[in-house]
């Protein structure tokens, strides 16, 4: 089996039935596993996923982000893959621009690739640059390293390196705890350049960008200063 055919690909999605099958078929198109983690949807998420082509793992209710993250990263650290994508289900993120994050990953060897989008303050919602902005100095100040792309959730990661992980996250403070506790971990961190995509009505974030942003901050110092 190739190092290519060994990347399986990680999918959160909650009530994104209008968008689901299209994310995952363009995924498909340079990853061919796909795993969905449904995290209690109630709009056929899970149905609209697993006839996409995808492996779906079903909650039985709405826990967040990070639960079903984490939920899918204990079920593929104990099957034969080494790289896991992770990739939002709400068409922030470009397939297309997987092949990038490939490319970065087999140059350099590195344990994980961050997918990092541009931050255009003309082009990007106030809110969302601002605590985009934000969220990287942070990170970068914690960890040490300069993080371009702190709430990215575009992402290939070698499963090995999860394996040992001990994630506490539920919502969309995981891309924070990821990031910190790896790079804590010793673990070699760099980044590829993707597109940033906010013109397309169908891609809408979730996250609440003042409110969420706090959160992550607060819980960006317990993991990296109380190890939790």
């Not at 891309?175 to 169908?202: F, Q, W």
Request: some cysteine.
């Amino acid at each position: 089996m190739s190092a290519q055919n060994k990347i399986c690909a990680l999918i959160p999605a909650f009530n994104e039935a209008d968008v689901i099958a299209s994310v995952i078929k363009e995924v498909k198109e340079h990853i061919a596993t796909v795993f969905v983690v449904d995290d209690g949807s109630n709009d056929g998420t899970a149905d609209v996923a697993e006839k996409a082509g995808a492996i779906c793992l079903r909650r039985e209710r709405n826990q967040g982000k990070g639960a079903a993250l984490r939920q899918g990263i204990a079920y593929l650290v104990e099957r034969d893959f080494s790289h896991v994508l992770l990739i939002d289900g709400d068409g922030q993120h470009r397939p297309a621009d997987i092949p990038s994050l490939i490319r970065v990953a087999n140059e350099t060897g590195v344990d994980m690739v961050i997918g990092a989008r541009p931050f255009d303050r003309l082009r990007m919602p106030r809110e969302r640059f601002f605590s985009n902005s934000l969220g990287s100095k942070i990170a970068s100040i914690l960890v040490g390293r300069e993080i371009k792309d702190s709430q990215s959730g575009f992402r290939l990661i070698r499963i090995d390196r999860l394996r040992d992980l001990r994630l506490r996250a539920k919502k969309y403070e995981i891309e924070m705890e990821i990031l910190i506790k790896m790079s804590l971990a010793g673990r070699s961190i760099t980044h590829a350049p993707v597109c940033m995509v906010y013109e397309n009505d169908k891609a809408r974030s979730k996250m609440r960008p003042v409110r969420d942003t706090i959160r992550i901050c607060f819980w960006s110092l317990f993991f990296r200063f109380l190890r939790l």
